[in-house]
């Protein structure tokens, strides 16, 4: 490589740096210079997010976004595009942050950042009322019902990769080449409760979405105490803001150990989800 090459590749480098260092804290600069921070979230997904009796957008992750713009000191704005437009990355200025219950997993890692972990919830298998089932294990080669897309699937399938690693190592102890996926989290449920064994043997899923099907009279239950494994739901962001990542790190971290999370998971969820149990 001749001198005028090596001149042409050094200038190159030290623009990338300049570029790096300009985007640094702009996002976080945005926020505070415009008092709005501008969160994508989801409004069909309860008791996360939804729209209220009052057409307001509610919920769990709306009220954690709410503390978040508080102890910031600006106001909120909410978003709602498709979660594959979210779990892309590469928002443009589009909005600043997700606060939309998402899995970091080690896939979403490479495009996006996860600041901080905000709750944890349990995936439970779970049976028809009139199963005779009581131990998790004995569902190996049933037909199990999940959500696709989802880590329920990801962990039928043994390749569920999380990024977090303040959640137990994972135990594949349910194998099953009998998997049925659904195009949403009511589909295995609307099947399951039409009997045992009709469509389903046993369904994976969010402790949480099971204990609102139970409220609303389906006839089902958990298997056992066991949890299949726990899913570590976090804020994302889009790469290359650290000042922002460190700030909502902060102010998480502040939450969870003033037990404000701890409350709103109570609100919503009747059961304190921030920490592992």
Do not use: C
Request: aromatic share 8%; proline share 4%.
């Amino acid at each position: 490589m001749d001198m005028v090459s090596k001149k042409h590749v050094i200038a190159a480098a030290l623009s990338l740096v300049f570029v790096g260092a300009a985007n640094a804290g702009a996002v976080l600069d945005k926020i505070q210079n415009s008092k709005t921070m501008t969160v994508a979230t989801s409004a069909t997904w309860p008791p996360q997010g939804f729209i209220n009796d009052k057409n307001e957008i509610d919920g769990f992750d709306i009220d954690v976004s709410k503390e978040i713009a508080k102890r910031l000191g600006v106001e909120v704005k909410f978003i709602t595009p498709d979660w594959d437009v979210i779990t892309a990355g590469k928002w443009n200025g589009r909005w600043d942050m997700s606060v939309g219950s998402m899995t970091a997993t080690k896939s979403r890692a490479r495009i996006l950042d996860f600041p901080a972990t905000y709750y944890y919830v349990p995936y439970v298998f779970a049976v028809h009322n009139k199963s005779t089932v009581t131990d998790h294990k004995a569902l190996n080669d049933k037909t199990i019902g999940v959500e696709g897309g989802t880590t329920s699937e990801d962990f039928l399938n043994q390749a569920l990769a999380i990024e977090t690693s303040d959640v137990p190592p994972v135990v594949y102890d349910v194998k099953t080449k009998k998997m049925k996926t659904y195009s949403g989290s009511v589909g295995p449920l609307d099947d399951l409760r039409l009997g045992d064994g009709t469509r389903l043997d046993a369904i994976l899923t969010q402790r949480s979405t099971l204990d609102a099907a139970v409220k609303k009279g389906y006839p089902l239950r958990a298997v056992d105490n066991a949890v299949a494994f726990y899913e570590p739901l976090a804020i994302a962001t889009d790469k290359g803001d650290p000042e922002l990542t460190s700030k909502l790190n902060e102010i998480v971290g502040q939450m969870h150990k003033d037990g404000t999370l701890t409350k709103l998971s109570d609100k919503w969820y009747g059961v304190d989800y921030s920490t592992i149990k």
